[in-house]
């Protein structure tokens, strides 16, 4: 396991987890060195679902069986409105592509959870490449209105689109 991808897809999960730790430490030392009951040091709800929140993450993404193909790297820009209950309405920018996505979020501890969908994705360049997607990630509120999440998405090219593992990190900010 010498590919730089799995170590970089490591030190994201790792640093997520010391990110997690550091805040519960942090959220543990200020509760109880102050006495006074402050609304903001309320349990945050888990998840991502029904929040309206941006999201900056970065991206790495590591072609499968396309050896001619590069590893790309940028960021990822999105803006997500909770619409009705346990539904949410999101647009992103990485690449020229929108999808339609499924999924399921979990409530793990306190104010982190795991998500899992499937979307399908298509480009708006020619010719169209697409595929299916499969994602799974982990959430965690900070604060109220500031959160962090890692993620690994699987996508299975079709249309020339080759197959990919794209490794995301990034901070959530609620509106």
């Known amino acids: 396991m010498n590919n730089p991808l799995h170590k970089i897809a490591g030190a994201a999960v790792f640093s997520f987890a010391v990110l997690i730790t550091g805040a519960k430490a942090q959220m543990s030392a200020t509760s109880s060195a102050t006495q006074v009951p402050n609304p903001a040091n309320d349990t945050v709800p888990a998840g991502l679902l029904g929040k309206n929140y941006a999201t900056v993450e ?3 993404e590591k072609f499968r069986h396309a050896s001619s193909a590069p590893t790309v790297a940028g960021p990822i820009i999105a803006v997500n409105q909770a619409v009705a209950p346990n539904f949410d309405f999101g ?3 990485a690449h020229a ?4 996505a499924a999924g ?6 306190g104010p982190a959870s795991l998500r899992a969908s499937i979307a399908w994705e298509d480009s708006f360049k020619k010719p169209h490449t697409s595929g ?3 994602e799974i990630s982990g959430n ?3 604060t109220r ?3 962090a999440s890692v ?3 699987y996508i299975n090219g079709h249309g020339g689109a080759a197959d990919a593992f794209v490794y995301k990190a990034g901070v959530n900010v609620r509106f």
């Open 58 to 60: 970065g991206f790495i």
């Open 91 to 93: 647009l992103n920018y």
């Open 97 to 100: 592509v929108y999808d339609f």
């Open 104 to 109: 399921v979020e979990v409530p793990v501890y």
């Open 132 to 134: 299916w997607v499969y």
């Open 140 to 142: 965690y509120w900070i």
């Open 145 to 147: 209105e500031l959160g």
């Open 151 to 153: 993620g690994v998405d």
